[in-house]
């Protein structure tokens, strides 16, 4: 049998922690959620803004957990208890002994304003052909999110890939010390929780924080397209960084010769510092093709297969919520909808727009997009919200729909002719959605994860299925 990824009196000593039950026993995973917990992992009772996982604790032990991590006041007397003074510095330690411990394993810290975790995704597919992957889940990139990835990686995982995000100054520090990335890639920079800065460059800053844990000698892989690329540069080679560059600019390190982009994906010609490779994503996009170009840098950096790596590529899709794309056919025609609910800032909108005007007329004659508010913007909100109009034009976009606070901006700057519909929250803006989608369209539905159009997707899509299209 394979060594376990810890035993109970690997798990104490890690923490500091008291137990009474048999040290060898086996961890299989260690979870902070009894919902998802397996059998024989340890559960961590942490304390969440709504919730104490101290309620939890006798639900993981009746789901099997091996052992669990509570605070010295838990009244309870069961020996598979482990004890701290705070459970969620005890998910740190684990996380941090987990760091330690992998000596073998090349660790990828992925940041930036967008593309995180797709960047993160195309990481795991790209490095698999080369040796194991252990990969963050979801979006688990904050101060519970990386530990937990940590605390699951096995010591011998050859590669680790860490996504770290960050809504504030001074929150990547200690997940960048945490993850002590080899190779730490920003995809780019753009503004993003602007409520929360006062310009897109304290953004940059803030992001450059990923290089704080770098370990000596580490690879900073920067996006030279990007505005900031000078200044993140600074801030990489102030931690004795070796910097990549890659982009479309002359003097990228992995440059980007030559792109045909589809709508089922894109073809793709690079130079990775001297070494031309072709290769095919199976999403589409421009920006994806940015993201690529990074992911090829690190699978570099780290001394995988790049052949392979790039190959594996074409198994690149768009995920739920970020550009994943779904056809409905009925006997009157097709419709697609790419559901990008998950989130939405100035450039992830304009990378959706973008990658909608790639779809050829002949299959899908009419777009559609039916859009939510961007927040955290700050002061400029509305200005960036009208500024959409002009990409809403370059992409050929036929009719958009509406919801939110911050939307009436954007419609008023634009043309009667292609002003679909309005409503102040998504609930309201679905019936009339639904009442204008017809067969041979195209419907992009994108906005911020506070907008709400999850919903919306899906009542959509259920729409499509129950015989619209019939
Ligand atoms: N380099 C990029 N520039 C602009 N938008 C991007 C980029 N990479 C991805 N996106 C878009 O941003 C959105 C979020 O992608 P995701 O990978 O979930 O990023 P994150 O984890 O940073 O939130 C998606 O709509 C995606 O298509
Ligand atoms: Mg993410």
């Known amino acids: ?34 919902r998802t917990l397996q059998p024989a992992e340890c559960f961590v009772a942490i304390k969440g803004v709504s919730l104490d996982g101290h309620k939890f604790v006798p639900a993981a032990f009746e789901a099997g957990a091996a052992c669990a991590i509570v605070d010295r006041d838990y009244e309870d007397d069961d020996p598979r208890l482990i004890r701290v003074g705070d459970p969620f510095e005890a998910l740190q330690d684990l996380g941090r002994a987990a760091r330690a411990r992998a000596t073998k394993t090349k660790i990828i810290a992925v940041t930036g304003s967008a593309g995180k975790t ?22 688990y990139n904050n101060h519970w999110g990386v530990p937990l990835t940590l605390a699951n990686m096995r010591k011998d995982t050859a590669f680790g890939v860490f996504e770290a995000g960050m809504n504030h100054a001074g929150e990547l520090t200690p997940l960048s010390r945490m993850i002590r990335p080899h190779i730490a890639i920003i995809t780019t920079i753009a503004p993003v929780h602007l409520g929360h800065f006062a310009s897109v460059e304290e953004i940059a800053d803030a992001k450059a924080e990923i290089f704080q844990g770098l370990e000596p000698g580490g690879v900073a892989i920067l996006n030279r397209d990007n505005e900031f690329f000078g200044r993140l540069a600074t801030a990489a080679k102030a931690k004795d960084a070796k910097i990549v560059s890659f982009g479309e600019a002359e003097g990228s390190d992995i440059r980007l010769l030559d792109v045909s982009l589809t709508p089922e994906g894109s073809a793709v010609e690079a130079d990775l510092s001297g070494t031309k490779l072709s290769y095919r994503l199976g999403a589409p996009g421009r920006h994806l093709v940015q993201n690529s170009l990074a992911v090829l840098a690190a699978a570099q950096a780290a001394g995988a297969d790049l ?30 909808v790419v559901d990008e609910a998950y989130n939405a800032n100035p450039a992830s909108m304009r990378a959706a727009l973008e990658t909608l005007g790639l779809v050829p007329r002949d299959v899908y004659c009419r ?104």
């Open 118 to 139: 797709g960047t993160k995704e195309a990481l795991r597919l790209a490095l698999a052909p080369s040796g194991s992957v252990h990969a963050s889940a979801k979006s």
């Open 307 to 336: 052949k392979e790596a790039a190959a594996a590529l074409l198994q690149w899709r768009a995920q739920a919520g970020r550009g994943e794309w779904q056809v409905f056919e009925g006997a009157r025609g097709k419709v697609a």
């Open 367 to 470: 777009r559609i997009v039916v859009l939510g508010d961007m927040l955290e913007l700050g002061e400029g909100a509305e200005e960036f919200h009208r500024g959409l109009a002009q990409f809403i034009d370059a992409a050929g976009i036929d009719s958009v729909f509406a919801c939110g606070e911050l939307m009436p901006a954007l419609i008023d700057a634009l043309p009667d002719g292609k002003k679909g519909g309005y409503a102040s929250a998504a609930g309201e803006l679905t019936p009339l959605v639904l009442d204008a989608v017809r067969p041979g369209d195209i419907v992009m539905v994108k906005g911020s994860f506070g907008a709400k159009l999850a919903p919306l997707v899906t009542e959509l899509k259920r729409h499509l299925e129950d015989g619209a299209l019939n």
């Open 1 to 34: 049998m394979a060594e376990p990824l810890w035993t109970v009196g690997e798990i104490a000593k890690a923490i500091g922690g008291e137990t009474y039950q048999d040290g060898a026993t086996a961890v299989t995973g260690v979870s902070i959620d009894t």
